[in-house]
């Protein structure tokens, strides 16, 4: 179950990802900073990966507009 914490929000081709692991906000805090150390290393692949498999393992969803 996510916590009770505001969701962390995370952009990536020009469609936005609430993350909401369920150990916490510090968890989803880390979580931030490795998405954010991929796009300033330009590895757009491992990006790629961690959404698929954050979304198939429930601790990311695409925010709809």
Do not use: A
Request: with cysteine; hydrophobic share 30%; proline share 3%.
């Amino acid at each position: 179950m996510p916590s009770n914490n505001p969701s962390l929000e995370f952009e990536f081709g020009g469609k936005k990802y609430s993350i909401h692991t369920d150990e916490g906000r510090e968890r989803d805090e880390q979580v931030l900073i490795d998405f954010n150390h991929c796009m300033e290393k330009r590895d757009w692949t491992t990006i790629r990966n961690r959404i698929t498999n954050g979304i198939m393992w429930g601790w990311l969803t695409e925010i709809k507009k």
